[in-house]
């Protein structure tokens, strides 16, 4: 990644589900990189975990999911200190539109960038700014 100016971070769940009972199986939640222009570097973490079963009409025990957004933002930014050359852009649908999430980001003085796109022109935006 060093020879990029920018990288995407993509971030997602996804189940997969080999028992065809709905909201049991196991869970994926990967970070894919790729280049502005598509290119793939490869998967910079990926967590998996099965739902614990629900209860009547509780909530459901377990690790919010929520959590895996946070852990791997933090995993983006220690790779994005590290590579300081290189801008980090972590992209993740509107599950990842959460509050915790942008106050990690802050304390960790947005060493990746959020919900962005790269800007078209080089050097168009700073590193911490809004991008969009």
């Not at 990690?104 to 800007?119: F, Q, V």
Request: proline content about 5%.
């Amino acid at each position: 990644m060093r020879e990029h100016a920018g990288v995407l971070c993509l971030q997602d769940t996804t189940e997969l589900d080999y028992n065809d009972e709905a909201q049991r199986g196991l869970y994926l939640h990967p970070t894919y990189v790729v280049t502005p222009q598509r290119e793939p570097l490869g998967v910079m973490n990926a967590w998996t975990w099965a739902r614990e079963f629900k209860q009547g009409d509780g909530p459901r025990g377990g690790v919010l999911e929520s959590v895996r957004w946070m852990e791997s933002y933090e995993r983006i930014a220690e790779q994005a200190s590290e590579l300081p050359g290189t801008r980090h852009v972590c992209i993740g649908d509107r599950e990842s539109d959460i509050l915790a999430l942008l106050v990690m980001a802050r304390k960790m003085n947005h060493a990746a960038d959020l919900h962005g796109a790269l800007p078209a022109q080089p050097g168009a935006a700073r590193r911490g700014q809004a991008v969009g």
